[in-house]
Each structure stands twice: as C-alpha cells, then as structure tokens.
DNA sequence: AAGGTACTATCGAACGGTCGATTGACTAAG
DNA sequence: CTTAGTCAATCGACCGTTCGATAGTACCTT
C-alpha cells in the first residue's frame, strides 16, 4: 500500500478542509450562525482536531478574512501595475474586482460582511487590509481628475459609489446565472463612465459600449 | 398622579422598546451574535417579558424586517407617485432611498443584511418584499429607456448596480460625518446619469449639479 | 538492525457557560 | 374577577474550548 500523503495528487490537506468548509459554511450562515461542530461534521473530524489547526474560533475567521484580502489586493495591484492611463486602470481594477468575487466568491464575501464579528487588534487588522484596498481605487480615481480625465468629484465619495456597486455582485452573482463575467463587467464599467442618460443628440461623449459588445 | 400611560407624552411602550434595543443590537452585532438576554438586559427587563411581546427570536427579527422593507417601499413610492419623467423619478427614488437609509439606518442595515437569517416562510416572505422593493426601481429604468432617456442595457444589471451603490451607503454613513446628506445624494446620481468621465470639450452632456442646488 | 524518543494528527469525553424558550406566580388596572 | 404585564427560576440543548489517550511516523542512538 502506497503512502496515504498524496505523492503527486492534490489531495487537500485536513487544514485546508477546515478553511475551505468553514468559508462554505460562514458565507452560508454567517460566523455567528456556524458553530465549530458544524465545521468539524462537514469536514468529518472531531472538534478537538479544528483546535490542532486554529487556535480560535476567532481565528479561524482571521485567517480567511486575511487571506481574502490580501488575495484580492494582490489581484488588482498585479492586473493594473502596468497600466498608466486611469481610464484603463479602473476598467481593469473594476474588472478585477469583480471576477474575484465570482471566482472565490465565498471568501470574497465572508471578507466583505463580517468586520463586525472582529474584536480588538484583529478588526484593526482588517480594518486596515480594507482601507489599503480601497486606497488603491481611489488613488486610480485621484490620478484620473489630476489627469483631466474623469470630472471634478469628492473622490472618496465616487470611491464608495464604485466599490459599493461591485462589491454587491458577490450578494446575487451565481456561477451558472443568466449574464457572462465579462458582460457584467463591462455593463458596471459603463455606467461608471458614461452613465445611464442617453445622448441628447449625436454628440456623444465617450461612448465605450459600441466597441464592447461582443 | 396621572395615568402612567403615556397621555401627551411619548414614552415608548415596552413592546417598542424591545423592538428598538433589538434593532440596536442586532445592527451592531448581528442576528446570531445578539441573544434574547442582551435584549432583555439593554431594555431593562427579564427575558419572559420579551416573549410576551414576540412569540420568538425569530419572529422579533421579522417584525423588524418587515417594517423596515415596507417603510422602505413606501417612502419611495411615495415620493415619486406624483413624478411622470423618468429622470426625475430615478433622482427623487435614489434620494430616498438614501435619507431612508440615513435617518432609518439601523432598521435599513438590519432589513439588508439578515435574509440569511431567516428560514421558511419568513424568508420566502421578505425575499418578496425585496423583490418588490427593486421592481419599483427597475420599472423606473425600463420606463426610461422605453421613452429614449436612458441608453438601452440590461435593466436588471444596471438596476442592481444602482441599488448596491446607494444601499452601501448603510455601511459607512454616520449621522455627524463629513457630508450632508443631499450632497451624497446628489453626487451619487450625478455618476449614475452621466458617468465620472470628464467631457470631452465644452459640450457637456446633462450636468445636474448645479441646477438641483434650489 | 533494534530500540528509544519526539512529534504530528486524530479521537472520545468532558468542562463550565450560554442559548432560546417555558412555567407558574404575583401585581395592578379595569 | 379577569386580563395584561412582569418577575424569578428553570428546562434541555448547544456553545467554544480543553484534556488525556492513542496511534503512526521520523529521526537519533546504539
């Protein structure tokens, strides 16, 4: 009998099983509507083995939450770092941001609603995590009016505006829905851009859609 | 002495009280991290009282839920039913939906954040009330862009992109913050209509800035 | 090669505490 | 004499966490 460590398979370990069921289980019912012995059974371990791997409840949801974010951080900085012009950078920011959420979307969500389950260090912690990533748009946003390419706004404001508006795909986006990631990108991207007025007549102002869709 | 129930006075009931310490708790912490007990305690009574006024934990979050989704829809339908242009509705329905979110802010956070909390018919029951709730949005947009004032687009994604924006506004607004309320509001609908691209030249498209200061 | 030692991963049972909910009795008003 | 409102005490279930035991494996010493 061969060794049952996985040689060349990628059989999770027991402590990624307990992350991952955990996140399964928290996007679901939330981190004070899952108790620890629902993720020992849908793991298929004892209790007391979730404690060989986290010290803590609370730290169990730390580690997903961190990881989370710094994941999502990772992803926008690489995708604009070589972008210089804002108009692409936050195309390609917003981009990011969303196919995150649907492609980890449990984590992405979990990270997202529950700050308030966080105590002391560890929701300064996130806390923190939270203002970089939003730093990272709105410095996109800064450099754009610099840059006279986007008008004149409270900065901060359109900020939220824009994450508030992505960040809410993870609550209705499901993997076998209606609408492509791409479709649902581009759409958000253009009513960020454009807005949803129609032209008062054939002046158009930048009009990204006719060269979008499909 | 007069009659301790309250003849000109406003003292709430103990039955309102233990609706709006749960509305407290249950916004700070959320549904499964506030127990029967902290409500009980917050209001300064036994937990059996609580029980003589709702029936259950469950049915307590309910009754918050269905007040709030229902003073929700009928603030906004209230506010645009004398409205005919679809601009104009979309404008007064964004606003308030975010002076709701203001001054109800705790009851609105409870009502858009609990639906996983619930199970049944309870659920089935305020998955309706939303459901409800975004049709009046949507039927705005779709009138809009039947009537050419709105450029055609999926009306259910751009519907859901407004909404998730200014129903964020729950996550961060505070009553003593930087920004009043109507410039939130209307900077808010300036992207929704015209996008946070800067006009090409002089010819600016419809700017309602400066016009909606009255 | 044999035996010893330490470490990793897991188990089953238990700890004290809190949970949502109920009971029965007491009080004051109508 | 009934009814609405409140209390103190209690129910069984579940909570997060800990403990001690038991394998299996890896490495070290002889």
């Known amino acids: 009998m061969a060794r049952s460590k996985s040689v060349a398979s990628n059989?999770?370990?027991?402590?990624?099983?307990?992350?991952?069921?955990a996140?399964?289980?928290?996007?679901?019912?939330?981190?004070?509507?899952?108790?620890?012995?629902?993720?020992?059974?849908?793991?298929g371990v004892q209790m007391s083995t979730l404690y060989h791997?986290?010290?803590?409840?609370?730290?169990?949801?730390?580690?997903?939450?961190t990881t989370a974010m710094e994941a999502m951080t990772d992803r926008v900085t690489e995708a604009i770092a070589e972008i210089d012009d804002p108009r692409e950078q936050l195309k390609?920011?917003?981009?990011?941001?969303?196919?995150?959420?649907?492609?980890?979307?449990?984590?992405?969500?979990?990270?997202?609603t529950e700050l308030r389950s966080l105590e002391?260090?560890?929701?300064?912690?996130?806390i923190a995590?939270?203002?970089?990533?939003?730093?990272?748009?709105?410095?996109?946003?800064?450099?754009?009016?610099?840059?006279?390419?986007?008008?004149?706004?409270?900065?901060k404001l359109t900020t939220r505006a824009i994450l508030g508006a992505i960040t809410d795909v993870g609550n209705w986006y499901r993997p076998r829905g209606r609408l492509a990631l791409d479709a649902i990108s581009t759409e958000y991207l253009d009513?960020?851009?454009?807005?949803?007025?129609?032209?008062?007549?054939?002046?158009a102002p930048v009009r990204r859609r006719s060269t979008t869709r499909r």
Chains 1, 2 share one sequence.
Do not use: W
């Not at 370990?13 to 992350?19: F, I, K, N, Q, R």
């Not at 390609?92 to 997202?112: P, S």
């Not at 970089?132 to 004149?152: L, N, T, V």
């Not at 009513?191 to 002046?203: E, P, Q, W």
């Open 120 to 126: 002391g260090d560890d929701l300064k912690s996130i």
């Open 23 to 43: 996140v399964d289980l928290m996007y679901e019912r939330g981190f004070h509507g899952t108790s620890m012995r629902d993720v020992a059974r849908s793991v």
């Open 11 to 21: 059989d999770p370990s027991t402590g990624e099983l307990v992350y991952s069921c």
């Open 191 to 203: 009513i960020f851009m454009s807005g949803i007025n129609a032209t008062t007549s054939a002046a």
């Open 129 to 155: 995590l939270r203002d970089r990533y939003e730093g990272i748009f709105r410095a996109i946003i800064d450099s754009g009016q610099r840059a006279g390419e986007f008008r004149p706004s409270d900065s």
């Open 92 to 112: 390609t920011a917003v981009h990011a941001h969303i196919t995150f959420h649907a492609d980890q979307l449990k984590e992405a969500v979990v990270a997202d």
């Open 53 to 65: 791997y986290f010290p803590s409840k609370q730290d169990l949801l730390m580690s997903i939450m």
